[in-house]
């Protein structure tokens, strides 16, 4: 429903960060005025397609750009300059965008997310349960912590993989919302997605972090 970003400010004794457990973990507040909001539709109803085109990559680039702006205006009235030492995200999960060879992001109708609903998905679940049983249910729940449902992966890329229009043959890899972000901040095709983002899919062993 939306996008947003805002700043923190770091606090230490030495302006350093703690590198032993023993130490004073740093606090951290919210800067007053140096944030932005934009409003938008994240996901399609039912199908759970992000809605990538022209709207979510650049709603959140100008989140950013605004912030940095609000930022430089409050310091340069302190007289004082800043750093960024840290990026942190919070996104609606799942996501999982389809990217190419070349790192571009494929579009919406090649995402998925926790909003899909359709039949073709859930004929992909009654499937894998008749395929699987529920021994073998049970167990992937207990590795993966997800159970069998639409708003997980594992069914949704079954009916992407399985469609008759080929759908996902330029399909390189898998990035999150996050990821994806990243990747374009800093000048990569993609990056790796971390072990948070990799629980959420339904598809990732949280014990011994492999999918």
């Avoid at 939306?2 to 023993?22: E, H």
């Avoid at 469609?163 to 990821?179: E, F, G, L, M, R």
Wanted: charged share 20%; proline share 4%; with cysteine.
């Amino acid at each position: 429903s939306s996008v947003r970003c805002t700043s923190y400010r770091l606090q230490t004794n030495d302006g350093a960060f703690p590198v032993a457990r023993n130490e004073k973990v740093p606090s951290v507040e919210p800067l007053f005025g140096c944030n932005s909001y934009n409003t938008i539709r994240s996901v399609e109803p039912n199908t759970g397609k992000i809605c990538l085109e022209h709207t979510l990559f650049h709603k959140i680039d100008l989140c950013v750009d605004e912030t940095l702006h609000n930022l430089r205006e409050h310091y340069s009235n302190c007289s004082l300059n800043f750093n960024v030492v840290g990026l942190g995200f919070s996104s609606f999960v799942m996501n999982l965008l389809a990217v190419d060879e070349e790192g571009e992001v494929l579009g919406p109708e090649v995402s998925i997310s926790y909003a899909c609903n359709t039949a073709d998905v859930v004929e992909q679940c009654r499937q894998l349960r008749m395929q699987l049983g529920t021994e073998k249910l049970v167990a992937i729940h207990q590795r993966t912590g997800a159970p069998l449902h639409s708003a997980y992966a594992l069914p949704q890329l079954l009916a992407l993989y399985n469609d008759p229009n080929d759908t996902c043959k330029n399909v390189y890899v898998w990035q999150t919302i996050a990821s994806a972000c990243m990747a374009r901040w800093t000048g990569r095709d993609f990056l790796p997605i971390s072990y948070s983002e990799a629980s959420w899919t339904g598809l990732f062993n949280f014990r011994t972090c492999e999918w």
